[in-house]
């Protein structure tokens, strides 16, 4: 058995080198290059514009039962990460007149203003970002629908 083992191992062993010593090595031209760092880029700024999307749905309570403490209101942004840092950018919520507490509907619009907010790592937020949610939060038949209005993140 233990030379079954042996043998097995070396097998394996001899596949393995024999697999890298066949790869070839592929290069890339200068632009394709930057046309896969741009496109990582700008990949990045949407999931950057989803993620504060899902951030604010889930900061506030009214989105889950449909509370109408008022009918428009700001979203504390001490529940929020340092994007949302500036002191001029705002985050409201405005419940529609649909909202119920069994199907809550509202728009929250996150406001980096027209100057544009520098948050600690040197991204700049310009415009506005208008998250619409129909249903209970993260709940089987909601949605959340993110449109822009002027937004950009590094003049992108």
């Known amino acids: 058995m233990k030379t079954m083992k042996n043998v097995l191992g070396s ?3 001899a596949c393995v080198i024999f697999l890298v010593s066949c790869e ?3 290069e890339f031209s200068a632009k394709e290059t930057a046309s896969v ?3 990582a880029a700008v990949d990045g700024y949407y999931e950057d514009a989803d ?3 899902v951030m604010v749905v889930a900061a506030d309570q009214g989105t889950l039962n449909g509370s109408r403490e ?3 209101r700001g979203i504390g942004k ?3 990460d340092i994007r949302f840092a500036c ?3 705002t ?3 405005e419940f529609a007149a649909d909202n119920t507490p069994s199907k809550p509907h509202g728009t929250i619009t996150i406001d980096f203003g027209t100057a544009g907010c520098t948050d600690s790592n040197g991204n700049i937020r310009k415009g506005k970002l208008k998250v619409e949610f129909k249903g209970r939060r993260f709940q089987p038949g909601s949605s959340i629908t993110t449109t822009t209005e002027g937004y950009s993140i590094n003049g992108v």
């Open 37 to 39: 760092e741009n496109e």
């Open 70 to 72: 008022s009918a428009s």
């Open 24 to 26: 070839d090595k592929v």
């Open 51 to 53: 993620d504060m999307a």
């Open 91 to 93: 985050v409201t919520l």
């Open 87 to 89: 002191n001029t950018t």
């Open 11 to 13: 097998a394996i062993a």
């Open 78 to 80: 001490d529940k929020l």
